[in-house]
């Protein structure tokens, strides 16, 4: 009996993301959802600008290419012109926190009714390794290069914490697939962010810390540690909103 | 009894499969590199196998079928 | 004969938007165009349709973007410095081949400039606006009757070539009122077979796309895009030409220019002068012919504008600089009055074109 292979949602097609790039397991993760909850034939995925641009390869889905950051306004529009399909959106962190900020927190504030998969690797993979909105202090990066320095560059965005102060969204959770046992954590936080919207809950977003071995300059499996020792601290892994689960209590 | 199977063609050689496996049956072949240029994942011992898919859960890639 | 109602250019515009069957705006507030998006906050609710005020015109753009990626009928509006942000995706509109009805009602510029009324995005329209070789449809009314008419043929043709139609109105247009007949004949959308409604398992993927990192791959959509793009040169150009039968001086002029300049001719017309207009309807694609066909007859040419001078590089294009042209404008939220038009056209008619 096969108890693990690849699943439907996904395409045939290999990815194109560096040797131990988290983003595929990631992929595979929604992907997983998509076929447990039997919604591949009725979701819609947007894709990012970033290393995930194409995406829209990779899921079986019908998929739509969006403008650098404004994949939540695209998937407001799908989303209203069809309420009974399934939308997500997967973004890095230089879409979703840098350049489409604000597509971001107004889409959370509206409590629009989708799914947002937030890769959080700290860093701009696709470019070469710049600085991220979410780049830890002290970090090295190419426009960096000496560490980010908090007096020329500010501190690190935590859209978790950011987003759980408005009023909007349903369900905020930021989790990591750094290991096996993470990895499951942040399955069901996925699925709980897709069942939302089936229910119709609205705005679900879950941040994935993921790691970029490539322009971190390690190993693949030093880019897992380096999740704990360094990412995790400053971006604790948890539950930052859920409202339904606060009403039932 | 486990099986499992590996797409080597898919490869990266990322390692992230044999640090998951609970019994340290997985390896980077040495000798064998694969279409892409990497050093895939082989195992060194089916038998002990127990099919518990922590390989499959960490590959970035989707190379590895889990069959019990 | 349908019964009239007496419309603000910017309601015509809304209310023609659903006749003609679009049911998704997304805006942004900014003067001159607001009564569309209060229009359409006031209708959309009522016929099951989505308006949406969006945190931006980046954002509104991009939820166009979305709607028509599902293939419906989608529209925003804006004007000028909203524009300039929405360039971003209209260039992404382009690049993914989807339909949809951009509304621009010009004000002056650069910058915040003012809120009067304006031409000065002739240029930004009918180049494309955003970045990379594209061209959008560029219809140019000059009647609140043209405002409504205009914008159902606007979906009609983005539908037709998958481009993005622009109405370039400016806040004359915008803000006057005139009796409008809203019997409007709408064909409606053809099948979408490329838009991503869930593959219901039962086909490949739709993917709605602009990235193409092969260099041959992004070519050979370039020259197909313009292929299509020659087909609407061909069978779309609209124009209207006001007494230029026997015309010496010939004025170019769209919207609100074109109105005053006829008020122009008229009285130019007593003082024995022949002169008359060719008022392109569509600006994108320019109607080359009819400039062409009168730089063989006429003297002189005058391009009226609101603006520094733009259309009139295509019209000396258009005329292929067989008769000097010249420029008779007013800038800045200002509009040419009659007289200043009609001392244009004397001068004109006294250098016989030769300033």
Partial sequence: ?????????????????????????????????????????????????????????YFNCDMIEAAHGRAPAVATGVKRANPDNIVFSYQGDGDLASIGMAETVHAAARNENITVIFINNAIYGMTGGQMAPTSLVGQVTQTSPYGRDPKMCGYPVKIC???????????????????????????????????????????????????????WGMTPDAALKWIDDKMIPYYPLGVYKDRSAKEEN | MAKLTFNTDSCKGCGLCVNACPKNL??????????????????????????????????????????? | MADKVLMKGNEAIAEAA????????????????????????????????????????????SMVYGVSSCGYRVMTSSSSPGI?????????????????????????????????????????????????????????????????????????????????????????????????????????????????????????????NSLSLVPEELESQNFARFERYKTVEE?????????????????????????????????????????????????????????????????????VELSMGQMIEDVKLASECRVPVTLCNRAGGMIPSPEQVLEAIRAAAKNGGNK
């Fill in chain 1, 1 to 57: 009996m096969v108890v693990f292979d690849k699943p439907h949602a996904l395409t045939d097609t290999p990815f194109h993301y560096c040797p131990g790039c988290t983003h595929g397991i990631i992929h595979r993760l929604v992907a997983e959802v998509l076929d447990e909850l039997g919604i591949e034939g009725k979701t819609i995925g947007i894709a990012p600008v970033g290393c995930s641009v194409m995406a829209y390869n």
């Fill in chain 1, 161 to 215: 914490e950011m987003l759980s102060q408005l009023e909007g969204p349903e369900y905020l959770e930021r989790v990591t697939v750094n290991s096996v046992k993470n990895a499951r954590r942040a399955k069901a936080a996925i699925k709980k962010a897709f069942e939302n919207q089936i229910a119709g809950k609205g705005f679900s977003l879950v941040e994935v810390l993921s790691s970029c071995p490539t322009n």
């Fill in chain 2, 26 to 68: 997985l390896r980077l072949s040495k000798e064998t590199i694969n279409k892409k240029g990497h050093h895939p994942v082989e195992i060194t011992d089916m038998e002990a196998c127990i099919g518990c898919a922590s390989c499959a859960w960490m590959c970035p890639d989707c190379i590895i079928k889990v069959e019990r």
């Fill in chain 3, 18 to 61: 659903i006749i003609a069957g679009c049911r998704h705006y997304f805006g942004y507030p900014i003067t001159p165009q607001t009564e569309i998006a209060a229009y359409m906050a006031k209708r959309m609710p009522k016929i099951g349709g989505t308006f949406l005020q969006a945190e931006s015109e980046l954002a509104a753009i």
């Fill in chain 3, 84 to 208: 300039s942000l929405k360039s971003e995706g209209l260039s992404y509109l382009a690049g993914a081949d989807l339909p949809a009805l951009v509304v621009n009602v010009q004000r002056g510029g650069p910058g915040l400039g003012g809120i009067q009324p304006s031409q000065s995005d002739y240029f930004q329209a009918t180049r494309g606006g955003g970045h990379g070789d594209y061209h959008m449809i560029v219809l140019a009314p000059a009647s609140v009757q043209e405002m409504a008419e205009l914008t159902v043929k606007g979906f009609e043709l983005a539908d037709k070539y998958r481009m993005t139609s622009m109405i370039l109105a400016d806040g004359t247009m915008g803000q006057m009122m005139e009796p409008v007949a809203l019997d409007l004949k709408v064909n409606p959308a053809p099948e979408k077979p490329w838009a991503t409604t869930g593959t219901k398992l039962s086909r490949k993927h739709n993917i709605v």
């Fill in chain 3, 235 to 303: 069978n779309e150009t609209m124009y209207e030409e006001y007494m230029t039968e026997d015309a010496e001086i010939i004025i170019a002029a769209f919207g609100i220019a074109a109105r005053v300049s006829k008020n122009a001719i008229n009285a130019a017309r007593r003082e024995g002068i022949k002169v008359g207009l060719i008022r392109p309807i569509t600006l994108w694609p320019f109607p080359k012919a009819p400039f062409a066909r009168a730089a063989k007859t006429a003297k002189a040419m005058i391009s």
